[in-house]
Each structure stands twice: as C-alpha cells, then as structure tokens.
C-alpha cells in the first residue's frame, strides 16, 4: 500500500518570502501521480499543482513550483513570494497510475505572516 | 463552467437519526469519490463510483455507510443512525476519463465544498 508523509505540522513565513513544504511517499509503482492541495479557512480542497513521476521536468504554476525526486520518493512544494491568502493547510497526495484514489499525507498548515 | 456542488454544506443530526449528503460533479465529468475528513487529520478514500456502479469501495465502513451513483440525479452518500464518530467532513470528488488511454484512467480530481455533519 502506498504511505504520503508530511512531517512538517506547521510552519510559517513572513509575507514576500520563499517557503518549502515537504513530502516524501512510498511505492512499489513505477508510474503514479503526485499532487499538492490547498485547504484554506474555507474547508475548501483546492487544487495546486500536478507531477506525472514519467516526466522529468518540475511542475510550476505560476508562484508554486514542485522538486521531484523520483529516486528519493521526495515532492517538495515551493511557495515564492509569499501572499497572505496562501495560509492554508497544505495537503500532498499521491495516485497510482490507473488508480483512481488518492492517498494523502496529514497536511502542514502554513501561515504567512504580514 | 460549475464546480462540484455539494449540499448541504452543513448537517447536524442526533445519534441514530440518518444522513444522506448529495453531490453533483463537475459538467462532462463521468466519476465521483466521496472522502471523509475528521478533525485534525488528511482526508480518507471513501468509494470510487461511475454512473450506476460502485468501481472501489474499499474505504467504506462495512455497515451503516452506502453510496449511489444514478442515471440521473446527483451522487448520494448515506449514513444510517449515525453515531458521534460520524462527525467530519465529507468531500466529493470528481474527475473525467482520459481519453485513448487503456485500462481507462481517470483524470485529475477535482473537489467539491465539503459537507460538514455534526452528530448530537
């Protein structure tokens, strides 16, 4: 069975700065999914950004970009310049390939602070 | 282009009484998943369904807890007399298939609100 860990509970950062959340995970797959996942005040689950573990190349959606270690099993998520309205509860998520449910990790709430 | 809807964002019931938490997916998307969040923790998978079936439901408490996708009509999630460890958030997903691609896979899962169910 696959396992995402998150071992960071929380953190914070002041406003305009740079923040890594991590995640590691566990699998026998060679090709699955990874995402990361937002959940603001709101409860709301929104979607951040998207690893196809096939393609070398780091995600990156506008201020947030992935570090994908395939080797290491590791998906770390950068936050630049940091936004009040990016404090949330961070969730990373792994899907095997042709799998269709998502495991996540426990979560690490980030707080941006002005 | 709507999102996933789910209603009623909040439901408060007593012990024993029933739960019935409905989800409408996204426009041109063909399966749903209900996940369950309880306090403090990352969300659980729950139940995998296409129209009319039940593909994985290997999250799923074996009794009480029931899920449904019909022809027509939203997906419908129910809990029958609740209990107190009932209480969490219950989200839908859903997602579309991917097309050309064999065995069918889905696509990326997108979420609704949440339901938030308080048992008294």
């Known amino acids: 069975a696959q396992t995402v860990t998150q071992s960071q509970p929380e953190m914070s950062v002041q406003e305009a700065e740079t923040v890594t959340l991590s995640c590691t995970y566990d699998?026998?797959?060679?090709?699955?999914?990874l995402f990361w996942y937002k959940q603001p005040p709101s409860r709301q689950m929104i979607l951040v950004i998207r690893?196809?573990?096939?393609?070398?190349q780091n995600a990156t959606e506008n201020r947030f970009s992935v570090n994908f270690q395939k080797a290491a099993k590791s998906f770390s998520l950068k936050i630049s310049d940091s936004q009040l309205g990016d404090t949330a509860m961070y969730f990373c998520?792994?899907?095997?390939?042709?799998?269709?449910?998502?495991?996540f990790g426990a979560g690490t709430i980030l707080r941006v602070k002005s | 282009n709507a999102g996933v809807m789910q209603n009623p964002r909040h439901l408060v019931r007593r012990r024993g009484q029933e739960a019935r938490l409905r989800c409408s997916p996204m426009?041109?998307?063909?399966?749903v998943y209900w996940y369950r969040q309880l306090p403090e923790e990352g969300l659980k998978f729950m139940v995998y369904?296409?129209?009319?079936?039940?593909?994985?439901e290997s999250g799923m408490p074996k009794e009480r807890f029931s899920a449904e996708f019909p022809k027509e009509g939203p997906s419908i999630l129910r809990i029958q007399q609740v209990v107190r460890g009932d209480s969490a958030a219950y989200f839908c997903?859903?997602?579309?298939?991917?097309?050309?691609?064999?065995?069918?896979?889905?696509?990326?899962?997108?979420f609704g609100p949440g339901t938030r169910l308080t048992v008294l």
């Open positions: 997903a859903s997602s579309r298939n991917l097309p050309g691609q064999y065995p069918p896979s889905s696509d990326t899962q997108y």
């Open positions: 699998t026998s797959e060679s090709n699955y999914y």
């Open positions: 690893q196809e573990a096939y393609k070398q």
């Open positions: 998520a792994f899907m095997k390939e042709y799998g269709n449910k998502l495991v």
């Open positions: 426009k041109g998307h063909s399966h």
């Open positions: 369904l296409q129209k009319e079936n039940i593909i994985d």
